[in-house]
């Protein structure tokens, strides 16, 4: 099959750890053998175990999730940030807790790039940790490294770390788009059972409506509400902007 598709040699084969010994070196064997070549793979490719609970996650012991029941709970970004964590050849431990925890470290990338578009190359060191093996979890201490650097006012690293966003896959929707949503695909739904996002724009209306009338009280009492629901306001110098706590 690989000789009609892709020939007697081709570039990359990938595949499991588990798959080394025997089923890719008995692939090398018989086609070496049958093409009469030394090669069949110029590069290989294996990914390391995904565990869950300190087991490998495998459909005979019905321990995985699909992707399409993880986006009902996390962002897309999440989970693929959780994955990214670990070297493809090395093991990942994938659980609730390691997407909440995915969760919690792009929200401190999202900060670090508020207001910043996409406008110049991306930053040359992170690039460089991608090609160097794919190598993603140095990759992303890169990134952190430039959040780091951006939150001490470096308008530079910040914008590094935005042109860098479309090499890992994240950090692409704006800063408050990402505070507002619990996932991609619940925009506009309701927020915690309680408050759509229209509705708690309502609120934040009624409360800026509210301090301009120093009722600061009503003020208050709105901010209290949200909070209660885990909703927490920024006020910036234009605008009001929520986000999730």
């Known amino acids: 099959m690989s000789k009609k598709y892709l020939g007697e040699q081709f570039d990359i084969h990938a595949g499991g750890l588990d798959l080394i010994f025997p089923h890719h070196e008995n692939e090398i064997a018989q086609s070496c053998c049958a093409n009469g070549s030394e090669t ?55 659980s609730n807790k390691s997407l909440e925890e995915a969760k919690r470290s792009l929200s401190r990338l999202y900060r670090a790039i508020d207001g910043f578009e996409i406008n110049g190359d991306p930053d040359k060191e992170l690039i460089i940790n991608v ?86 009280v009503l003020a208050d009492q709105i901010r209290e509400q949200l909070l209660k629901l885990d909703i927490v306001l920024e006020d910036k110098s234009d605008k009001t902007i929520w986000r999730k706590s």
């Open 40 to 94: 069949l793979a110029n590069f290989w490719l294996h990914n390391g175990y995904v565990t869950s609970e300190g087991e490998k996650m495998s459909k005979s012991l019905g321990n995985f999730t699909t992707i399409n029941e993880l986006l009902f709970d996390f962002n897309g970004e999440a989970i693929r940030y959780a994955l990214l964590q670990a070297h493809y050849r090395a093991p990942l431990s994938f």
């Open 131 to 216: 090609c160097d093996d794919i190598n993603t979890p140095k990759a992303l201490a890169r990134a952190h490294y430039l959040a780091d650097e951006a939150n001490r006012g470096s308008r530079e690293c910040a914008q590094k770390l935005k042109n860098s966003s479309k090499i890992l896959g994240i950090l692409s929707q704006s800063t408050e788009e990402w505070f507002k949503s619990r996932n991609e695909n619940n925009k506009n739904k309701v927020v915690n059972n309680f408050l759509t996002d229209k509705e708690i724009d309502e609120l934040i209306l009624k409360r800026r409506i509210a301090k301009e009338s120093k009722d600061y």
